[in-house]
């Protein structure tokens, strides 16, 4: 049973930091693709930023500047660094990982962590 544990939510001030972090029970964690989406209520779950095989990564736009993602394979971890937050940040924030196999999609979600930006 595959688990992602992610951690590092909590209430900031705008303009504050906060690192989200993700830990993965899979085995061959390098291959897959991982990335962190967030969900308001109400709104569609949305790509914040991912990192593939490789180190290449995808962020998006209402973030680039102010949020970097990275991995460390040898700790099955990704890692979502936030700077600069801002009171429309606030959202459940959700790990992801996918691996698009020939035969089967494998892909995995963690709980959530609430990062709320508020003064």
């Known amino acids: 049973q595959v688990q992602l544990v992610e951690s590092g939510g909590g209430l900031v001030l705008p303009g504050g930091s906060l690192r989200l972090s993700c830990t993965a029970s899979?085995?061959?964690?390098?291959?897959?693709?991982m990335g962190w989406y967030r969900q308001v209520p109400g709104k569609q779950r949305e790509l914040v930023a991912d990192?593939?095989?490789?180190?290449?990564?995808k962020v998006a736009d209402s973030v680039k500047g102010r949020f970097t993602i990275f991995r460390d394979d040898a700790k099955r971890t990704v890692y979502l660094d936030m700077n600069g937050l801002k009171p429309e940040d606030t959202a459940v924030y959700y790990c992801?990982?996918?691996?698009?196999?020939?035969?089967?999609?494998?892909?995995?979600w963690g709980q959530g962590t609430q990062v709320t930006v508020s003064s």
């Open positions: 992801n990982a996918i691996l698009n196999a020939p035969q089967k999609v494998h892909e995995y």
């Open positions: 899979i085995t061959i964690f390098s291959i897959y693709t």
């Open positions: 990192i593939r095989y490789g180190g290449s990564t």
